[in-house]
């Protein structure tokens, strides 16, 4: 098979070719009439992570869709990675997969179609280690290659784990570090140096099957991933849908290594700061450095967590449980007039 590289046949990577949160609201704003479905528990107006669909015995259908152009260079990590990110949609409603619909757009006078099958198989990697089928799929011949999953999952309804559900005196979790959208930009700008995206590879393969397991802590009183929009995009849509707001404290916030090293080589994604034009109005003034790593566009990304106090304890000995080690990253609020402050 010929040497290729697959981040050089797209102009966007991974979460980072998201539409802008600003664009993306423009063009569903007009498109969340779901008052006529009354079983659609969880529809477009909360803006989370998977729709659910009440079955009415008391379980609900999770259903979602994510897909986006190479983050990597090797076909199989890429439908590897592509595949996690998509199954977590399910995770972070406290669901559980039960199968996968592969989704690939693939300039087929570009790339061969052997290289296409090795993406699937990346992506049939992933579903097998959640421990579901690749159950068939759509392509088309597309001008930069694509891959991804749409996922459908299951869930309790009184486990379902909502990212509008939060209340204020809580803490704030996540469980994976920050910094993939910069490590990854420095491998698309050829500025990354042996070994040192590694660790981005990892954390993006790793699936956040953690969440199913904290759907059954009643103290967990929010759940989302973070994605595209970065740390402060997600945690905005969780305070702006829970009416609150919320402190972080910088220091507190896992980073992958060498984050702020490729971050001082100006690595930054046009994703990121689209991020920041969308909803820097809502964040108390930052730092660039607290900027440009708070906004980072993610993929693949961690569980945004919030815990009620009480119940920390429990989470922290179910996710030390997992290999987890985690500490809180701030905590929630009152609403004041900016929905998040980083001290």
Known sequence: MENIKLTEYSHGAGCGCKISPATLESIIKNTRDTIKYPNLLV????NDDAAAYDLGNGTSILSTTDFFMPIVDDPFTFGKIAAA???SDIYAMGGKPLM???????????LSAEIASLVIDG???ACEEAGIPLAGGHSIDSPEPIF????TGIVENKRLKRNNQATTGCEIFITKPLGIGILTTAQKRKKIEPGEIDPAIEAMCTLNKIGAELSFLDGVVALTDVTGFGLLGHLGEVCKG?????TITYDHVPLLPNTKKYLNMDCISGGTKNNFASYGDTIEP???EQKYILCDAQTSGGLLVVVKKESVPAFLKLTSDSGLTLSSIGYTHEAQEKLI???
């Open 100 to 110: 996968a619909i592969s989704i690939l757009g693939w300039p087929v006078k570009v």
């Open 341 to 343: 402050k980083v001290i």
């Open 148 to 151: 991804g999953l749409a996922v």
């Open 286 to 288: 930052m730092t660039d």
């Open 123 to 125: 992506g049939r990697a």
């Open 242 to 246: 829970s009416g609150i707001s919320a």
């Open 85 to 87: 990110n998509a199954i």
């Open 43 to 46: 529809g477009n107006n909360s």
